[in-house]
């Protein structure tokens, strides 16, 4: 470690150890340690490991864009050569949070231009990002390499032709679920002729359709392309297309699944697919119909993740495309499989360890029940390594969610959302705590909950008591009183994100966490019985933490409606709007 590294590190005293490895040996070593948290872990252990891990980190993750300044980043780490950065809460996928609210990349791209010119990957989630930070990105930064944006706003399609202009060794486009303004598909013909470094290229989720024969001459140029996620425009003919030309693909989400084909068409389809040896994930299928889905048999063998969340299928339908894919580990599907498409699940992947149900129609109530408890219990029944849920339905009891716990008690994400608020065990009437307290009793590993239904402040007793891996914690219209908040602040030692909404916790509730807070990420409390004054206390007793409200129209002067609190290294942010108030 040369003299400048060792000048540059902290002098505090719990890093004046140093190191009995040689330089040489601690370098080999850290560039072994690819997590994150690791990485953090390494850099507390003495001042030479200190430095070792600041010289040698290539890559940042940054759980919260206000938390910590750019300026602060590249001070602490010189040569990071990928940042992931998350911005506005996670309830903004709710609209519970404001327009406009801020988490603007802008500033930081500036700041890295100057301290990270050689910057090579970005992934952003829930980021603001304008046409003008895109054409910014792209011009600047001469060795880019990779662009990630999931759930981010403000940009159009003209920020993605700049990207696709000027970013000559482009690997990665990934654009995910965005609240993107789509003005056409001219974007994709902006690659250049001479381009072929694309291993990732998606736009599922884009609206407008695309020059086909553009994206045939791009798939066909780059040899490397791994994954290909094309949207609705993309027909079968397309699509087979598409596969003659990148038989390599790893992974792929195609396009509209229902066009009127040949027989010729159809062989030359399922050829195709039967020629990509290495498929391991699929999407899309829209507008999938049984007629068809034979196609997709001799690529299943190999599948792992099979997501469905686009395609309505119906029970049998995917009963017989599932009978083809016994190594599959994830599974996404909408509720219109229903409890007989899960039973098939359940007979047919033994090895699933991710289950993901989504509703087709959240907000219609006059509508066919989806999926049940009983279709549940037969994936848990069947798929004892499941350890990872999101299950949306209308009726649940308690007597199965024990039954599913027992079968698979190695979840250590369980996200139940029973979608009528305040809904009890619809066969005995009673609330839902019996059912989460055999969660928490069960799960030892458990780090992310959901809660849902009928829920008195016995679950969040049970939770405090027995949820000691829990990490991220999400309640909606539950909880009798301040008490069940206060279980969970004082009983869960490694909670780090809290979300509330619509729940009975008032001031003392809030209050209670005010040795807790600074150890978490993040607390999001929305339509509660919190105060102004009780906020403006946190913030005089915390001030390292982050205090934030947001004034909703027409609300009691008095109340705070919604209340965002975090920690930060980088004090009050400065870019807050005037529905903001920072306490």
Avoid at 355 to 378: I, K, S
Avoid at 422 to 450: I, S
Wanted: hydrophobic residues 40%.
């Amino acid at each position: 470690m040369d003299s400048k590294k060792k000048k540059d590190s902290p002098q505090s005293n719990e890093l004046t150890r140093t190191s009995p490895f040689p330089d040489e040996v601690l370098d080999r070593v850290l560039g072994l340690v690819k997590s994150h948290k690791d990485r953090s872990s390494v850099s507390l252990v003495c001042k030479d490991w200190y430095n070792a891990e600041r010289w040698s980190r290539t890559h940042v993750f940054i759980g919260n864009c206000y938390s910590v300044s750019p300026e602060i980043v590249a001070r602490r780490f010189p040569n990071i050569r990928s940042v992931t950065l998350k911005g506005k809460p996670r309830f903004s996928d709710f609209n519970l949070v404001p327009l406009n609210w801020g988490a603007d990349i802008h500033h930081w791209l500036v700041v890295f231009a100057s301290k990270y010119p050689f910057l090579e990957e970005l992934r952003l989630k829930r980021m603001t990002v304008s046409d003008e930070s895109l054409e910014f990105l792209a011009t600047t930064f001469t060795n880019f390499k990779a662009l990630s944006l999931l759930s981010c706003d403000g940009f159009s399609t003209d920020g993605l032709a700049a990207i696709a202009t000027h970013c000559k060794n482009l690997t990665e486009l990934d654009i995910q679920e965005n609240g993107i303004d789509d003005l056409g598909g001219g974007w994709l013909s902006c690659f250049p002729e001479n381009f072929t470094s694309l291993e990732v290229l998606n736009f599922a989720n884009l609206n407008s359709d695309v020059s086909f024969d553009a994206l045939e001459r791009l798939v066909n140029r780059c040899r490397s392309l791994k994954v290909l996620k094309v949207n609705k425009s993309i027909t079968l003919e397309n699509l087979q297309r598409l596969l003659e030309r990148a038989p390599q693909l790893i992974e792929l989400c195609t396009g509209s699944f229902n066009q009127d084909l040949t027989p010729r068409q159809y062989a030359e389809l399922e050829s195709a697919f039967n020629n990509c040896k290495n498929l391991n994930i699929l999407a899309g299928l829209w507008e999938a119909t049984s007629l068809y889905l034979p196609v997709l048999y001799p690529a299943c063998t190999n599948l792992t993740f099979l997501n469905l969340s686009y395609a309505a299928l119906q029970s049998g339908e995917l009963a017989k495309l599932i009978a083809h894919c016994s190594n599959l580990r994830r599974l996404w599907v909408l509720d219109t499989v229903e409890d007989k498409g899960l039973e098939a699940v359940g007979s047919s992947c033994p090895l699933l360890e991710e289950l993901r149900v989504f509703p087709a129609e959240p907000f219609e109530q006059d509508v066919a029940p989806g999926v049940t408890e009983r279709g549940f219990v037969a994936v848990s029944y069947g798929c004892p390594r499941l350890h990872y849920v999101l299950y949306f339905c209308r009726q649940m009891t308690n007597a199965a969610v024990a039954t599913i716990v027992q079968n698979c008690p190695d979840f250590t994400h369980f996200r139940l959302c029973i979608m009528n608020p305040c809904q009890p065990d619809y066969l005995t009437d009673e609330p839902m705590d019996e059912a989460f307290g055999e969660v928490v009793k069960n799960c030892a590993k458990l780090q992310r909950l959901a809660v849902s239904g009928l829920l008195t402040d016995l679950t969040f007793e049970y939770i405090g008591k027995y949820a000691k891996n829990l990490e991220t914690l999400s309640v909606a219209f539950a909880g009798s009183s301040d008490w069940g908040m206060q279980c969970v602040l004082s009983g869960c030692p490694k909670l780090r994100k809290l979300e509330i909404r619509d729940c009975p916790f008032g001031n003392e509730a809030l209050l209670s966490g005010l040795e807790k807070y600074e150890s978490m990420r993040s607390l999001w409390m929305s339509a509660c019985n919190v105060t102004m004054n009780a906020c403006r206390r946190l913030a005089r007793q915390m001030p390292r933490l982050n205090v934030e409200v947001m004034k909703d129209e027409e609300s009691d002067d008095s109340q705070a409606d919604k209340v965002y609190v975090y920690r930060s290294v980088a004090g009050p942010r400065r870019d807050a709007p005037p529905f903001v108030m920072t306490l």
